[in-house]
C-alpha cells in the first residue's frame, strides 16, 4: 500500500467518515474511493485536487510524507503546495531550532520538505525565541558575509513575500543555494537584494528561483572571533579604480608590443 493510501485511510478515519461518506464528498462513487484507498488505482490529479481541497492537506504532503507521525495542527503549509515541516518540540513543548551546514545546502534545497532530513539535521535551543518557527544556517568559509567561518545565522520563517519589509536583513534559499542579504524592493518577477558590503551593486533574484525566506533575527559568532577593520567605501573605491588603472595600462602596453 502507497505512502497516499495510508494517508487517505488515516485522514477519512480522523474525521469519521465511511467510504461512503468521503466518495459523496469529493464527487467519487464508493467503489472508486476504495480503489484509491487499498491501492488498487492511483488517483488522477484532478482527484488529487479534490481531495487535497477537502481534507486541507497540500498534494505534497499526502504523496511524500506519512502524516500519521506528524500532527496536521503541527503542520505549516505554504504557497504554491510546499511544506515546511512541523515544528520540533521536547516534551515540554519547547521549540528547537534545526541547524543547517551551509556545505549541505544543496540537499536542503532537496530536502526542506522531507521530514527525515529536517529531523537529521542538528538542533538548538533558545528560550526567547518563540511564536515563530526559526531555523539555523551554518555560515563555511565565506558564504555569508559578514559573519566570518562558523558563525550560525538564525531566521524567523517568511510566509509570504509580500512580508518583506525594505533595508532589512534576510536569509534566502534559492536553487543557487543559501545566501544572506538585504532586501530592496519586489516586482512582479523578482526582488532586489543588496550584499552588506556596500560596495557592490544590488542585483535582482527571480521570484520563481526563491524556494524559502528567512527573516535574520540573531547571529552566534565563533569562540575567539574578531572583527576585521575593513577600509571605508572611499578608500576601497579609490584602490580599485587604481587597480584598473594598472590593468588598463598593462593592456596598452600589450597591444603596442604586439603591433610592433
Not at 530536502?111 to 528560550?127: R, T, V
Not at 516586482?187 to 527571480?206: G, Q
Request: aromatic fraction near 12%.
Amino acid at each position: 500500500m502507497s505512502i497516499f493510501s495510508e494517508n487517505i485511510r488515516y485522514l477519512r478515519a480522523q474525521k469519521k467518515l465511511s467510504q461512503q461518506e468521503l466518495a459523496k464528498e469529493i464527487f467519487l462513487s464508493r467503489v472508486r474511493y476504495s480503489k484509491y484507498e487499498d491501492g488498487r488505482s492511483e488517483a488522477p490529479y484532478e482527484v488529487l485536487i479534490r481531495i487535497s481541497k477537502y481534507f486541507k492537506v497540500s498534494i505534497d504532503l499526502l504523496l511524500t510524507v506519512d502524516i500519521k507521525k506528524y500532527p496536521l495542527e503541527d503542520v505549516v503549509n505554504l504557497p504554491a503546495n510546499k511544506v515546511l515541516l512541523p515544528i520540533v518540540v521536547d516534551t515540554e513543548g519547547n521549540n528547537f531550532i534545526e541547524i543547517v551546514p551551509q556545505k549541505a545546502s544543496m540537499g536542503y534545497l532537496k530536502g526542506f520538505s522531507d521530514p527525515e532530513y529536517i529531523e537529521s539535521l542538528q538542533k538548538i535551543y533558545f528560550p526567547f525565541l518563540k511564536n515563530g518557527k526559526y531555523r539555523g544556517f551554518l555560515a563555511d568559509g565565506d558564504s555569508m558575509p559578514p559573519f566570518a567561518d562558523q558563525s550560525i545565522l538564525i531566521g524567523e520563517y517568511v510566509e509570504k513575500l509580500e512580508d518583506l519589509k525594505a533595508n532589512k536583513e534576510y536569509i534566502f534559499v534559492t536553487q543557487e543555494g543559501i545566501t544572506y542579504k538585504t532586501f530592496l524592493k519586489r516586482t512582479k518577477k523578482f526582488i532586489t537584494v543588496l550584499a552588506d558590503n556596500s560596495y557592490y551593486e544590488p542585483y535582482n533574484i527571480a521570484l520563481d528561483e526563491i524556494a524559502q525566506v528567512w527573516r535574520y533575527v540573531r547571529g552566534i559568532l565563533p569562540q575567539d572571533y574578531k572583527p576585521h577593520t575593513l577600509p571605508d567605501k572611499a578608500n576601497l573605491k579609490n584602490l580599485m579604480d587604481e587597480a584598473k588603472k594598472s590593468i588598463s595600462k598593462l593592456e596598452n602596453s600589450l597591444l603596442k608590443l604586439s603591433q610592433e
